[in-house]
Every structure is written in structure tokens, then in C-alpha cells.
């Protein structure tokens, strides 16, 4: 019996140390590694030049991002200094006027007291052109757990012809300059008055015109497309290479949902398809990996790209060619109804 109750008070002992040590709290002292420059930049044949500059952060650190507002940012070709650029705010900047032409090799180089100098090199590629584009209306089903849903969409079909033995990379996306409208309210009440058997009756009466007025402004939808091509959907828009079509002509299906285009009155859609450097298209396929998977505490941590040498962050060039179409898609769409109330 003796042994019974030395066993049981081990046993008790011994579950109440495990039971203390899923309480501890562990407390990690993470050193902080030494701060670095970030530069991130895309150009463009057809805008100037304009970069953005901050810096690295600790791992745990969650506040705004620090922009350098008093970095010394050169543009460089060909190793020779083309000007200082300009600070536009917010770690902006920006160009004079200079416009990069396509083919030529840029470099950018910044430089602030405390953090080590950085640079990065990109070439702005050759435009790739649409050859056509094909659009409809659909209406697509969608399937989630036991419901099912439809939406209108509006589907493009991009034809273009890829370059033959030139490694090509590409970014689908839109550009919709549309309007909607604001109603205004001119209601208003006023005392009116009935003879009647001899006596004046009173009473309120409301008036009401429908007035608006039409806003336009420009807005740069999600677009998705389950393409055999398509590498990744990212929040610029569609990404693909030539893996699968070098040389070759290809008809690209795209689509985005038909509220995107939706319009008070006419909406002007900008069909665009952007030539991409290879710095460029590692980048945006890296950082929407990292995305996708950095709630998963069971995927592989992601290491976006960078082109920066001494710091972090991307330089990369791109052209683009416009395919444009005027829409004219109701703003409230044909199950639109419109009732008015009388209150008495």
C-alpha cells in the first residue's frame, strides 16, 4: 500500500511539472541586423523616371513604412551621370523630364549618411504588340462549399505574336475610366391650404425632382483568367512568359467582373500589354508567392527577388502597348428599379 501512495505521489508530481511548463512564457531576444536601403522602381519609355526609397525594418517591427526623404538618388547610362533626381515626397523621386528609351540600360544609385550605398541596373524591353482583341459578355457559376452562385462577366480575348528565340515576360492588366452617378436631393415640404364647406383646410405637401450629377474617375479592376499560360494573378494583373509560345502567335482569355465596367454613361477601357524585364517579372511573381503563402505556418518560407545590390527592393523597366474600347454597361445594370415612396 505504502508503494501505491509513493507511486500515485510521483505520478501527481510529475503531471504538475508538465502542467507548469505549458505555461511558460519564453521571452527570445532577436538581434536587430543592420538597416538597409530599399529602392523599388519600375520604368517606363513613356513616363520619367520616378523611385521610391526607405529602409529595411526589424522582423517584428509593424509601423509605416520609413521613407529616406533626404537620399542623393543619380540616374546613370552607360556609367555616365545623367542628373540627381528629385524628392517628390513621401520617398519619392522623380526625373526632370527624362524619358528612357527602349533597349538602353539605366542605372540608379542612392546613397544616405548611415546606410550603405546601394544600386540596381534594368533595361526598359521592346514592345510586344495586341494584335487583336475579342470581348463578350458571360455569365460564369461559381461553386462554394453548398452554394452556388453566377456573376456577369466581361471576357477578353488578347492575340498577340511573341518573338521568336528573345525570352519574353508579360503583364496583363486594364485601365477603366468611367463615371457614376450622385443623386441629389431636392425634396422639400411646404404648407398648402383647401376651401372647403365653407372653411380653409391646411395640409403639407412635398415636392421632389430627381436631379444628378455624373463623376467620372479611373479605376484599375482585378482581372483573373485559368489561361494555360498564366503563371501567376497578381494585383498589377496577369503574369506569363513566353515559355509555352515563343515565336508563336497566341490568343490570351482573360476576364474580370462585368461591375468593373459598369458606367453612367459611356466607360473608355484601356486593354493593356506591358513588356516586362526578367527583374521585373521575378519580382511580382516572388512577392505574390510570398503572399500566398505567409499565413501558411507550413509552406516554405518565400524570398521575394531583389535586383538591389547593398540594399533590397527591385529596378525594373517595362513598354506597353494600348488596346482601347468604349463600353456602355448601365451603371445599375437591368435588375435596377427604381420606386418612389409617398409619405403621408
Known sequence: MKKQNNFLSLLIGVLAILASSCES??????EESDKLIVMNGALSNDSTVMVQVSRTRHILDNANIAPLEDAKVSLYRAGSLLE???????????????????????SIEVEQAGYPSVSARCVVPETVGIEAVDTATMIQEYSEYNYTFTQESFQMDVSLIDPPGVENYYLLNLEVDKSYTSWRDTSYQFIDSLYHNGEWHYFVSDTTYALS????????????????????ITSQGIL?????IDGKEYSIRAYTNLQ???SADSAVVDIRLNSISESYYKYLKTRQKHYETK???????????????????????YSSDVHTITTFVSEFGDDYWYYEYEYK
Do not use: C, W
Request: aromatic share 12%; charged share 20%.
Open 84 to 106: 540627381q533626381l528629385d524628392h517628390m515626397g513621401n520617398g519619392f523621386f522623380r526625373a526632370t523630364a527624362f524619358h528612357p528609351a527602349v533597349g538602353e540600360e539605366l
Open 25 to 30: 512564457v519564453l521571452f527570445i531576444e532577436l
Open 240 to 244: 506569363f512568359s513566353d515559355q509555352l
Open 295 to 317: 499565413e501558411d505556418p507550413f509552406a516554405v518560407p518565400v524570398i521575394v527577388y531583389t535586383n538591389v545590390e547593398g540594399g533590397t527592393g527591385f529596378l525594373g523597366g
Open 260 to 262: 468593373s465596367v459598369r
Open 213 to 232: 450629377d455624373t463623376f467620372r474617375y479611373k479605376d484599375q479592376p482585378h482581372i483573373g483568367s485559368s489561361d494555360l499560360i498564366v503563371e501567376s
